[in-house]
Nanobody
Framework: VQLQASGGGLVQTGDSLRVSCVVSGDTFKWYTVGWFRQAPGEDRDFVAGINWSGASIRYSDSVKGRFTISRDNAENTVYLQMNSLKPEDTALYYC??????????????????WGQGTQVTVSS
């Protein structure tokens, strides 16, 4: 299974950005996908996750109400729509996948496959 994250960039405070994660190499619709982020010198933190069916979604408290995760199984893609961005959202954003979990995992060890990351920078 391979994951390719894209869509990061440099934006200003209050702007919106959508990052994407394309999953290939197996039947995408059975995979639960999560987004994590890591700022320099910090741990890799859970941001959002969506289970294989889309029926179970979880967010970290820091992004709840601002970020929305969704999936398009026809396109093998999971999206993370980020609104009202803040400088503290600046990080390298990674997508990760695991087969068949009913509830999105919120820790890194809950995922078996990882993408390479896409940089999101929010200027003040």
């Amino acid at each position: 299974v391979q994951l390719q994250a894209s869509g990061g960039g440099l934006v200003q405070t209050g702007d919106s950005l959508r990052v994407s994660c394309v999953v290939s190499g197996d039947t995408f619709k059975w995979y639960t996908v999560g987004w994590f982020r890591q700022a320099p010198g910090e741990d890799r933190d859970f941001v959002a996750g969506i289970n294989w069916s889309g029926a179970s979604i979880r967010y970290s408290d820091s992004v709840k109400g601002r970020f929305t995760i969704s999936r398009d199984n026809a396109e093998n893609t999971v999206y993370l729509q980020m609104n009202s961005l803040k400088p503290e959202d600046t990080a390298l954003y990674y997508c990760a996948a695991v087969y068949g979990k009913e509830v999105p995992q919120t820790t890194s060890r809950g995922y078996a496959y990882w993408g390479q990351g896409t940089q999101v920078t929010v200027s003040s």
